[in-house]
């Protein structure tokens, strides 16, 4: 990491500051991810969509994630972080002028493939700059800013988009404009942020640079793997909450505020944020399986709101999944981010984003197309009760490799308990660095 600063003095932002605007476009950009779920039942009045469709809608924008995570999600380990960046910045502005301007369910697919594209492009690189330009001894900052910032992004979307539903029927027409012009900027400030490692491409046809892939280095799989499980419930969880809970929330717990979905999703969001950087105080054996647990009780509430058709019963559940989500969500990342190098970073955190947004699309499409014919309230139950289960299944995991001693699994740095640490990030001594 003190390659960092290759650039020539005068043209390059500092490294605070640096660390300060990626962690602001993360923000942004997972706040423009949030943003459409509470629109959606205008659209739906607007445009006469089904439920099965809004799901779709929200689909193709993991399609269009997914495909770029395996395509260009690690390109910034190749050809440098700011280019890579730069160009997600400029299609996510793309993304939310077609938002801007849609007039129909076509126009909404094309906007959610086009945001998907732009986010799978980022999420890699971001995440990895953030590790590069973390604060000197202080490397566990990048992934808990890359996890919280996740976080109270998807909650400042949905949260301020709600608000604006229940106080003006074209929400969209405020706020997609103002997005837009946010990425424009956000594409020119880091334009001038300095590189973290000297790009390595010379002789690289652009076929091998786009040539899918998805790779973890041998160091990383046991970290990689151990965190899987707890990565598919919590954002199976979330998968739940950016699909369908607009409408669960109107049809089953007739709530028929404007504003009830898009706060439903930010409490959940906000939850997690605070779950994120409560995990800093704990080791990641800790984070995970505390989030595990909290998230199987989350599960169980929401579940038992939809029963009593309770508001508040609905509330508590959404807290409890999101402090859940939010610890092992940051554990994982902390786990993973000790094990990798700068050379291979944003190829292993794609890698984790490939397993998480696939658990957060697949379990809501089908929710989606099991709602006509089950009904919102009975895919609710099942819904919640895999969550449940696949939570459980991540503590007892995380159980048993506390119980059997280290793992390989590192601990997390800042943990009060739990014996010496390692830091995350670079500057780690040890098999995880010796590709360095």
């Known amino acids: ?252 717990l007739r709530v028929r505020s404007g504003a009830a979905g898009g706060l439903g999703i930010a409490a959940l969001f906000v939850a997690n944020g605070v779950g994120g950087l409560w995990s800093v105080r704990h080791t990641t054996r800790h984070a995970t399986l505390l989030g595990a647990v909290l998230l199987a009780l989350g599960a169980g509430g929401l579940a038992a709101a939809v029963a009593v058709a309770s508001p508040a019963v609905f509330a508590g559940g959404s807290v409890l999944a999101g402090l859940g989500v939010g610890l092992t969500f940051n554990g994982g990342l902390r786990a993973v981010s000790a094990v990798t190098t700068a050379e291979s970073r944003s190829e292993v955190f794609s890698a984790v984003y490939l397993v998480s947004y696939a658990a957060l699309s697949l379990p809501a499409l089908a929710a989606g197309l099991a709602a006509p014919v089950w009904g919102l309230e009975t895919t609710g139950y099942v819904y919640t009760g895999i969550v449940g289960a696949l939570a459980m299944s991540a503590a007892v995991h995380a159980g048993r490799s506390h119980a059997h001693g280290p793992t390989g699994l590192p601990v997390g740095t800042g943990a009060p308990t739990g014996g010496p640490s390692r830091p995350c990030g670079t500057g780690t001594r040890g098999p995880a660095r010796r590709s360095g």
């Open 1 to 252: 990491m003190d390659k960092a600063h290759r650039s020539r003095p005068g043209r390059r932002l500092g490294r605070g500051t640096t660390f300060t605007v990626l962690a602001c476009a993360n923000v942004v950009l997972m706040a423009t991810a949030s943003a459409p779920s509470p629109i959606y039942p205008l659209y739906r009045q607007r445009w006469g969509l089904s439920v099965t469709m809004l799901t779709v809608v929200f689909a193709v924008y993991v399609v269009g994630l997914l495909g770029a995570l395996l395509t260009v999600g690690s390109l910034s380990d190749r050809v440098g972080r700011r280019p890579v960046l730069v160009a997600a910045l400029l299609v996510a502005a793309a993304g939310t002028a077609v938002f801007w301007t849609a007039d129909g369910v076509v126009s909404l697919l094309i906007a959610r493939v086009v945001q998907g594209v732009a986010t799978g492009t980022a999420t890699g690189g971001l995440a990895a700059g953030l590790v590069d330009f973390s604060p000197r001894g202080r490397p566990h900052l990048g992934p808990t800013a890359t996890a919280v910032g996740t976080s109270f992004g998807m909650a400042a979307g949905a949260g301020t988009v709600g608000l604006l539903v229940a106080s003006t029927p074209r929400p969209d027409a405020y706020v997609f404009p103002v997005l837009t012009l946010t990425f424009v900027l956000l594409a020119a400030v880091v334009l001038a942020m300095p590189e973290a490692r000297a790009p390595g491409i010379a002789g690289v046809r652009v076929q091998a640079l786009l040539r899918p892939r998805a790779g973890v280095p041998r160091e990383a799989r046991p970290a990689f793997l151990a965190s899987v499980p707890a990565l598919v419930a919590g954002w199976a969880v979330t998968g739940l909450f950016l699909a369908l809970t607009p409408s669960l929330v109107g049809d089953v």
